[in-house]
């Protein structure tokens, strides 16, 4: 006897087997209502947060799981329409459901209907248990999918909300809005803030950036501008703090952390500005640093803006004369024409403590003194070549704006017959 079984065995096996599954399909879209109801129920005994959502949220998740369940049986009855069916499930969730449950959060409600289905239907057959799980893996990389694309969209979108916010602090138009693009953007500073410019990298890797600012205790917001990168770099301060943390690196000390970020050629650090939104006054001093510090032959890496003040001054920079003025002149003038007098002479002797003297009719220790005193109110040390050119700057813009002042306030004379 043949064990080969005949053709009208062969059709009535095939015949049975259609029989079987459609039997399946049937049944199984008969208890997918109760499926859906003990989904339900198992995710708010299983995940607090599911329990804790808004009525309508919780409805959302539920019209998921319900998709989810009516996919399979789908899928079941055609496995060639996994592209497109798996897909569909979350198509039936809100846009707003993909800002509010996160990746691990869906994973665990998939996990959770896929053990209800198993409990209620795998036990039905070998064949239908190895459906449910190749389809479940299906559904985990679309979730996968869809999560990664929302990621993608929200990181392009936080990057051109980035650009907008360094641009609009750069030129200096900041309106009412500025605020609520900064808080968009997770901006945690409430405390100091400046700006750091310098020359773009051929290949920048602004997450190391980040990483490094974490690491450093401060937010970065990055802007590349052509061939320029720029950095607003802010102190991640508690917003009820009243004042920055006492061991907190000074800016300059971060900015020579952030310094190999940055490609080659000149660095510059805007002054250190109270908030974020006075940002734009920082950036102004480190632009015109940036454009004039070749000026410099020997400029550190990085650089303070405002140790390039005499050579931004020369370009025309008006805040840089504004501060050379009011922070070297104004202050030596008001405490002593003697230290005026004195620092002038010293300069113009090329530093010379005897020639100085002399030219004073006083003794060397005195003009050591008056210097020492210099040095005291302004902060400046006229003894260091440097230094010496920047007071030398501050005291020549000084004695203009002075000269200017005097021209202005002086009277108007007039001759008999009224001409000047």
Same mark, same amino acid.
């Given at each position: 006897?043949s064990?080969?079984?005949?053709?009208?065995?062969?059709?009535?096996?095939?015949?049975?087997?259609?029989?079987?599954?459609?039997?399946?399909l049937?049944?199984?879209?008969?208890?997918?209502?109760?499926?859906?109801?003990?989904t339900?129920t198992?995710?708010?005994?299983?995940?607090?947060?599911?329990?804790?959502?808004?009525p309508?949220?919780?409805?959302?998740?539920?019209?998921?799981?319900?998709?989810?369940?009516t996919?399979?049986?789908?899928?079941?009855?055609?496995?060639?329409?996994t592209?497109w069916?798996?897909?569909?499930?979350?198509?039936?969730?809100?846009?707003?459901?993909?800002?509010s449950?996160?990746?691990?959060?869906?994973?665990?409600?998939?996990?959770?209907?896929?053990?209800?289905?198993?409990?209620?239907?795998?036990?039905?057959s070998?064949?239908?248990?190895?459906?449910?799980?190749l389809?479940?893996?299906?559904? +985990?990389?679309t979730?996968a $999918? #869809?999560?990664?694309?929302a990621a993608? *969209? =929200?990181? @392009?979108w936080?990057?051109? /909300?980035?650009?907008?916010?360094v641009?609009?602090?750069?030129?200096?138009?900041?309106?009412?809005?500025?605020?609520?693009r900064i808080?968009?953007l997770?901006?945690?500073?409430?405390?100091?803030?400046?700006v750091?410019?310098?020359? +773009?990298?051929?290949?920048? $890797? #602004?997450?190391?950036v980040?990483?490094? *600012? =974490?690491? @450093?205790g401060?937010?970065? /917001?990055?802007?590349?501008?052509?061939?320029?990168?720029?950095?607003v770099?802010?102190?991640?301060?508690?917003?009820d703090?009243?004042e920055?943390?006492?061991?907190a690196?000074?800016?300059i000390e971060?900015?020579r952390?952030l310094?190999?970020?940055?490609g080659?050629?000149?660095?510059?650090?805007?002054?250190?500005v109270?908030? @974020?939104?006075?940002?734009?006054?920082?950036?102004r001093?480190a632009?015109?640093?940036?454009?004039?510090?070749?000026?410099?032959r020997?400029?550190?890496?990085?650089?303070?803006?405002?140790?390039l003040?005499p050579e931004?001054?020369?370009?025309?920079?008006p805040v840089?004369?504004?501060?050379?003025?009011?922070?070297?002149?104004?202050?030596?003038?008001?405490?002593?024409?003697?230290?005026?007098?004195?620092?002038?002479?010293?300069?113009?002797?090329?530093r010379?403590?005897?020639?100085?003297?002399?030219?004073?009719?006083?003794?060397?220790?005195?003009?050591?003194?008056?210097l020492k005193?210099?040095?005291?109110?302004?902060?400046?040390?006229?003894?260091?070549?440097?230094?010496?050119?920047i007071?030398?700057t501050?005291l020549?813009?000084?004695?203009?704006?002075?000269?200017?002042?005097?021209?202005?306030?002086?009277?108007?004379r007039?001759?008999?017959d009224?001409?000047?």
């Open positions: 006897m064990s080969k079984a005949t053709p009208a065995e062969g059709a009535a096996s095939g015949e049975g087997a259609v029989f079987d599954k459609a039997a399946t049937a049944w199984l879209r008969r208890i997918s209502g109760d499926l859906a109801t003990a339900t198992r995710l708010e005994q299983s995940l607090p947060w599911y329990a804790g959502m808004p309508a949220r919780r409805s959302a998740v539920g019209l998921v799981a319900q998709a989810g369940i996919s399979f049986i789908q899928w079941y009855d055609d496995p060639t329409s592209p069916i798996a897909a569909d499930i979350f198509a039936a969730a809100p846009r707003e459901l993909l800002r449950v996160s990746l691990q959060q869906t994973l665990q409600l998939i996990r959770i209907t896929v053990e209800i289905v198993e409990e209620r239907v795998a036990s039905k070998e064949d239908l248990r190895e459906a449910i799980l389809y479940s893996r299906e559904v +985990a990389f979730a $999918d #869809v999560y990664a694309r993608e *969209s =929200r990181g @392009l936080d990057a051109r /909300l980035e650009a907008l916010v641009d609009s602090i750069l030129t200096g138009e900041a309106d009412e809005e500025l605020p609520s808080a968009a997770g901006w945690h500073g409430h405390g100091e803030a400046c750091l410019v310098g020359t +773009a990298p051929v290949m920048f $890797d #602004v997450d190391q980040r990483r490094t *600012s =974490r690491k @450093l401060v937010d970065v /917001l990055v802007g590349v501008q052509g061939s320029r990168l720029v950095m770099i802010g102190r991640a301060q508690a917003a703090a009243e920055a943390e006492p061991d690196l000074p800016f971060i900015a952390l310094e190999p970020s940055f080659e050629g000149y660095l510059v650090l805007g002054p250190t109270p908030a @974020l939104v006075d940002a734009s006054q920082s950036a001093a632009l015109a640093g940036f454009a004039v510090a070749r000026g410099w020997h400029a550190p890496r990085p650089v303070e803006a405002d140790d003040l931004r001054a020369l370009a025309g920079d840089a004369k504004h501060t050379l003025v009011e922070r070297i002149y104004r202050p030596l003038a008001a405490h002593s024409t003697d230290l005026v007098t004195t620092l002038w002479s010293y300069l113009d002797n090329g010379s403590l005897e020639a100085t003297a002399r030219e004073l009719f006083v003794h060397p220790n005195t003009v050591r003194y008056r005193r210099v040095s005291d109110v302004i902060g400046w040390d006229a003894t260091g070549p440097r230094e010496a050119l007071l030398q501050a020549i813009l000084g004695s203009i704006g002075s000269a200017d002042a005097a021209r202005r306030r002086a009277p108007v007039r001759s008999r009224g001409a000047h």
